[in-house]
C-alpha cells in the first residue's frame, strides 16, 4: 500500500474521532425510532445479511477488520492475482464457448473480439470430433487458443486437435489453450466415470512438447449448476486440483510440472462481491496446496470464470444482459484470467447472431471503454472484500477437508455425500426464492404477462445423469406454464380480481403488491369494473390495516354474495373474518400461487 507523504494537511483535524461504538449507538436509536427493541450491540447484527456459508455481510467494516496480508499480485499468496501485471497487457481473455459446428459462427466471433474458443465436442454438444477440422477452417491456430470440452471423448478430441496444429504448421510451442481432460467433472455430470490414468499418461506425454498448452480443467460448475454454494464450489474444485495432482505426479510430472497443467472454471454471479472474493479465495486456497505440495512458487491459479447460468431466466430475458454484465465486471475485478459471457438467450436454446454480439461485446466494453483492466486487483484494500475473501476461504478449506475425509473427490461424488451436501445448500435457498426474499426480476418481481416469448433453435441436450442442474427461476417457471397452456386452451389465462378499498392513498402499495405477486405465478389481475364483470372467482382485498378494520368484513360479506370463492388479503395476517389466504412480503408464493392454479382447475 502506498504511503502518502505528510504534507501538514488534515482535513478532519478539528473533529473528534468517532468509535465504533459511537456508531452502534447511533444505528440503535434509529432502529428504536422505527419499532425495534435493540441493544447498541445488537443494532449492528441487526442491519446485517446473512450469506451461504455460515458468513455474514456486515453494514460497516473498518481497519479494525483485518485479514492476512494477500501479498503483492503475482507473488504467494496470488491473492492480488497470478500475475505481476494482471490483465493490463490487454484485458483479460475473451473467450466464448461453441456447442453447434457452426464454422462461420466461430470466424463471426473471432472476427469481433473474441480471443479464444471454447469447444464442447461429443457428447452433449453438436459438434462431433470428426467435425473439428471443419469447424475450425479458416481460424488461425497459432493466434487463437481452443480449449476442448470432450467428456468422455477427451482423448480423441485431443488426438484431433494437435492433429490439426501439425497439418496447419503451427510450431508447438506456439500451441495454446486446454485440452480439457476433466474425468471428475465429467462424472459429477453425467454419473459415469472414465480412465483417469489414460488422461494422465496423455498429459504426460505431451508436457514437455507442447509447453503452451495446458491438458487438464478443474471445472467447478457442476457444483454451482446443481445449487452449491460459494464455498462448496470451491471447496469442489480444490479437491478436484488435488486429485489431478496426486495422478499427474503418479504419471512422473513433477508438481510444478502438474500444476502447469491445470485451470480452474469458476461461475461468476450477479452478486458481484461474493464473486470477487471467490476468485480471490480461489487463488489463496490452491496457493496453500502449491505450497503444502513443495512448490510454492507453483500456486499461481489460472482462472477460467463463466457467468452463472443458474442465474439466467426464460422470461423477459433480456434482463439477463444486465445480471451477465454484472458478473463479468464481477469476474474481471477478481482477477480472471479468461471470461465468457453467456449470451441473454442461453437458457431458450441455441443462441442468435445478435445474442453472441452483446455477450462478447460485455467484455469489450469493460476491457476497452471502462478501462476495467487497466487497475489490478481494483478491489484490494477494502475491508469488506479482503474481510469476505478470508472467511469465505476458511469455509471452503473446512468443506474441502470434509471431502478429503471422506476419500477424496471420487469417493465423496460416488457415496453421494457431495450431492446431499449441495441439495441441502439449495433447499434452503429455494425457500427463499419461494419467499420473494431472493426477487428474480421479471419473474418472480415485475412480470410482464403480455411479454411476447423469445424462441430459440433447440440447443444440444447438455450432459445429465450426475448432480442435477438448476435454475432460480424453475418454481415460478413451472406456474407461468401452467398458466400458458391455460391461456393456449381456453383463450384465456387464470383471474384474480382486486379489491381496492377507501381512498387511492391507502390501497395504492397493496394493490401494485398484489397484482406483481398474482402475475408472478400467470394469473391476470383485473382492477377495473365491478367484481361479477371481471371473469375471476377470486378476489384480493387492497388497502392499509385501516381502512381493513373499518370495511374488510362488509366487504367480504357483499364479494361472497357476488360469487367469490376464494378471499385474499394483501397483509399481515389479522382477525378479519371469512378472509381464506393473507399474502404479504415475505409470504411463500409459490405455495399460495400454485393451490391457487389447483382450486382454478389450472393444470
Known amino acids: 500500500m502506498t504511503v502518502l507523504p505528510d504534507d501538514g494537511l488534515s482535513l478532519a483535524a478539528e473533529f473528534p474521532d468517532p468509535t465504533h461504538e459511537q456508531w452502534q449507538h447511533l444505528v440503535a436509536g434509529v432502529l428504536r425510532k422505527s419499532g425495534a427493541e435493540v441493544s447498541d450491540a445488537e443494532a449492528e447484527h441487526k442491519l446485517s445479511t446473512a450469506l451461504e456459508d455460515g458468513l455474514r455481510t456486515r453494514p460497516l467494516y473498518t481497519a479494525r477488520d483485518t485479514a492476512p496480508d494477500p ?5 504467494a499468496p496470488f491473492v492480488r492475482g497470478g500475475r505481476a501485471e494482471g490483465n493490463t497487457g490487454g484485458g483479460w481473455d475473451v473467450r466464448q464457448r461453441h456447442t453447434t459446428a457452426d464454422a462461420s459462427t466461430v470466424l463471426a466471433d473471432l472476427e ?3 480471443t479464444s474458443l471454447w469447444l464442447a465436442v461429443g457428447e452433449g454438444s453438436g459438434i462431433e470430433v470428426a467435425a473439428l477440422g471443419s469447424v475450425l477452417d479458416g481460424v488461425h491456430l497459432d493466434l487463437a487458443p481452443v480449449i476442448l470440452d470432450a467428456g468422455a471423448e477427451t482423448g480423441p478430441a485431443a488426438r484431433r486437435l494437435l492433429g490439426l496444429y501439425e497439418e496447419r504448421g503451427v510450431a508447438a510451442d506456439a500451441v495454446r489453450g486446454n485440452l480439457g481432460a476433466d474425468p471428475l467433472g465429467h462424472e459429477a455430470r453425467t454419473g459415469r466415470p472414465y480412465d483417469f490414468a489414460a488422461a494422465a499418461e496423455e498429459v504426460r506425454l505431451r508436457a514437455d512438447r ?10 467447478a460448475l457442476p457444483y454451482h449448476e446443481a445449487g452449491g454454494s460459494a464455498a462448496q464450489e470451491l471447496g469442489c474444485a480444490l479437491a478436484t486440483g488435488v486429485a489431478y495432482l496426486r495422478e499427474l505426479t503418479g504419471a512422473g510430472l513433477s508438481v510444478e510440472q502438474a ?14 462481491f461474493l464473486t470477487v472474493a471467490k476468485l480471490r479465495a480461489a487463488r489463496r486456497l490452491w496457493a496453500r496446496v502449491a505450497e503444502v505440495s513443495g512448490a510454492p512458487r507453483a500456486g499461481a491459479q489460472l482462472q477460467h470464470a463463466v457467468t452463472s447460468p443458474v442465474m439466467m431466466t426464460r422470461r423477459d430475458p433480456y434482463v439477463n444482459m444486465l445480471r451477465t454484465t454484472v458478473a463479468a465486471l464481477a469476474a474481471g475485478v477478481g482477477g480472471a484470467d479468461a471470461v465468457t459471457v453467456l449470451p441473454f438467450d442461453h437458457s431458450l436454446g441455441s443462441p442468435d447472431a445478435f445474442a453472441r454480439r452483446i455477450a462478447r461485446n460485455t467484455s469489450t466494453i469493460l476491457i476497452e471503454e471502462s478501462h476495467l483492466s487497466r487497475v489490478i486487483d481494483p478491489a484490494g484494500g477494502s475491508w469488506y472484500v479482503e474481510r469476505l475473501t478470508d472467511e469465505l476461504a476458511h469455509s471452503a478449506w473446512e468443506f474441502f477437508q470434509g471431502i478429503e475425509r471422506a476419500g477424496g473427490q471420487g469417493a465423496a461424488l460416488r457415496s453421494g455425500a457431495i450431492g446431499e451436501r449441495v441439495a441441502e445448500t439449495w433447499a434452503a435457498r429455494s425457500v427463499k426464492l419461494a419467499k420473494r ?15 411476447k416469448p423469445v424462441v430459440r433453435a433447440p440447443a444440444p441436450e447438455p450432459l445429465s445423469g450426475g448432480l442435477p442442474r438448476v435454475r432460480r ?4 417457471e413451472a406456474l407461468r406454464a401452467r398458466s400458458d397452456a391455460h391461456l393456449a386452451a381456453t383463450g384465456a389465462r387464470p383471474r384474480v380480481y382486486l379489491a381496492a378499498l377507501g381512498p387511492a392513498a391507502a390501497h395504492t402499495a397493496r394493490l401494485s403488491f398484489a397484482a406483481n405477486l398474482f402475475q408472478a405465478g400467470g394469473i391476470e389481475p383485473v382492477t377495473e369494473g365491478p367484481f361479477e364483470e371481471s371473469g375471476a372467482a377470486e378476489v384480493c382485498l387492497c388497502s392499509s390495516d385501516a381502512v381493513y378494520e373499518e ?3 362488509a366487504a367480504v360479506q357483499r364479494l361472497r354474495a357476488a360469487g367469490a370463492g376464494h378471499v385474499f388479503l394483501a397483509g399481515r395476517p389479522g382477525a378479519y373474518p371469512g378472509v381464506d389466504t393473507h399474502v404479504f412480503a415475505g409470504c411463500d408464493a409459490v405455495s399460495v ?4 392454479l389447483d382450486r382454478m382447475g389450472v393444470s
Not at 507442447?210 to 487438464?216: E, I, Q, V
Not at 500444476?259 to 458481484?272: G, I, N, P
Open 71 to 75: 501479498g503483492p499480485p503475482g507473488f
Open 112 to 114: 469481433n473480439g473474441v
Open 210 to 219: 507442447y509447453p503452451g498448452l495446458r491438458a487438464m480443467t478443474v471445472d
Open 259 to 272: 500444476c502447469a497443467q491445470l485451470e480452474f472454471r469458476y461461475a461468476a454471479t450477479a452478486d458481484q
Open 437 to 451: 426474499r431472493e426477487p428474480v426480476t421479471g419473474v418472480s418481481e415485475f412480470p410482464h404477462l403480455a411479454e
Open 473 to 476: 427461476d424453475e418454481a415460478f
Open 551 to 553: 370495511q374488510a368484513g
Open 593 to 596: 400461487l400454485t393451490a391457487t
